[in-house]
């Protein structure tokens, strides 16, 4: 077994396959899945198969907004932390922190009102990460810069 890295509570991350190259994500290991916030989406199909394209704005200063699309991956029902469930969609895109890319599920939500646009679950940091709850920001602003090394 490879060695793991330490994340932060909170990192800058990238999803270079939406087109977004810093985000900020709550590192929560007692979430299972990750969620990303969107403004508006809406479903279509390509080529026969579901697809969803959405718009957000990253949350940082200086932040436009992002449209983006991509296949759906699964729809399934999802309990928040306050014990609602809903339904949301979900979507596979390469993930870019502490300078690996790897590949995650993601559902899209609306997290108005959160602090961070993005929550970085347990599943997408299987075998690769491991959290220091005390420290944040670890690896820069500037995740999507970073070399690719993909991890299983």
Known sequence: MSARITLGWREWVALPGLGI?????????GARSSALHVDTQWRFTEGGAPWVGFRLTPGHAGAVAIEAMAPVF????VTDSGGHRSRRLFLRTPL???GIEREIEMNLSDRRGMLFPMLLGRTAMARAFTIDPARSFLHGRHAGEFPRTPVP
């Not at 190259?21 to 290991?29: N, P, V, Y």
């Not at 699964?74 to 029902?77: H, M, N």
């Open 96 to 98: 870019r922190l502490a």
């Open 21 to 29: 190259g810093a985000i900020r994500a709550k590192i929560d290991s």
């Open 74 to 77: 699964d729809e399934r029902e």
